[in-house]
């Protein structure tokens, strides 16, 4: 866990599972001869991630962005995966001296099992919400396919992740780009999922983006490593497109959610196009 301020905002860049995805998914047309320089796969061609949420204190309110991963899916799916550590995120609330019960705000930019994971929990051999005094944040059009799986998502959709969250009432649907705190926005990022978010935090002339899988890790960066897993992969490209330039005039700073080693990176746009170069942490 490491601790930077954006302007008057603390923020904490946690890291709650380690897993593995398949390479060619997870860089799309890219040849293996290109990404496997940037991402070394193993022996079954599966890549080393991470999932990593960020929680942001904004004067007396906690807001978690993504829950991260959880085992309530069980053996099978954590060997597929290659998962190790889900539910770390709970020994790192801990050592800021929080619970669960102390987040205001999760923010899921979008509901898939990597990123939602632990908005729910098994207890008493019932699946229940989490963080019970939290209202949990998504767009409308992400609880609706979510809620409206098809044979191309259903393996990302949990409904344990996203059904006792709504029966409790506790999910607040938006539309659009929604500012939720003063200098903290919803920004609509779809191609990965049409009702995919990413968060904007803008103070003091500083501004950091969590860019959610629309830019899974700074290896994504350069405008062709799309995933195979985004269902919209041209809307992903014009989302980079119309954001990039901006970001990179800003200087802002860069939060991927599945880096495996750099949870910070800046854009840098050279001869053969966009990169993003990873950020020294404050004691590293």
Do not use: C
């Amino acid at each position: 866990m490491q601790r930077i301020e954006i302007g008057h905002f603390e923020v904490y860049l946690l890291e709650d599972a380690r897993f593995r995805l398949d390479g060619g998914a997870m860089f799309g047309v890219v040849p293996r001869v290109v990404w496997e320089e940037k991402a070394p796969p193993d022996e079954q061609n599966r890549i080393p991630l991470t999932i990593r949420p960020m929680l942001v204190r904004a004067g007396e309110r906690w807001v978690l962005i993504e829950s991260g991963m959880d085992d309530k899916p069980g053996e099978k799916h954590r060997r597929i995966y290659a998962i190790e550590g889900a539910g770390a995120l709970f020994g790192q609330l801990a050592e800021l001296g929080l619970g669960p019960e102390d987040v205001d705000l999760v923010v899921n930019t979008h509901l898939h099992f990597d990123h939602a994971g632990l908005n729910t929990i098994s207890r008493g051999g019932q699946v229940v919400p989490l963080f019970t005094k939290a209202r949990y944040i998504a767009q409308k059009q992400e609880l609706y396919d979510a809620t409206h799986t098809h044979e191309r998502n259903r393996a990302s959709y949990l409904p344990e992740n996203v059904e006792p969250v709504l029966e409790a009432g506790l999910f607040e649907e938006v539309e659009g780009e929604v500012e939720l705190l003063p200098g903290l926005r919803l920004l609509p990022l779809p191609g990965h999922t049409l009702g995919q978010q990413g968060v904007v935090l803008e103070s003091e002339g500083e501004t950091l983006v969590y860019t959610a899988d629309l830019m899974p890790t700074l290896a994504h960066a350069p405008l062709p490593y799309i995933m195979a897993y985004d269902l919209y992969p041209v809307t992903t490209l014009e989302v980079r497109k119309r954001f990039y330039s901006e970001w990179h005039e800003r200087g802002a700073l860069l939060a991927t959610p599945h880096d495996p080693v750099h949870p910070l990176g800046r854009l840098v746009r050279g001869g053969r196009g966009w990169k993003a170069e990873p950020v020294p942490l404050p004691g590293t």
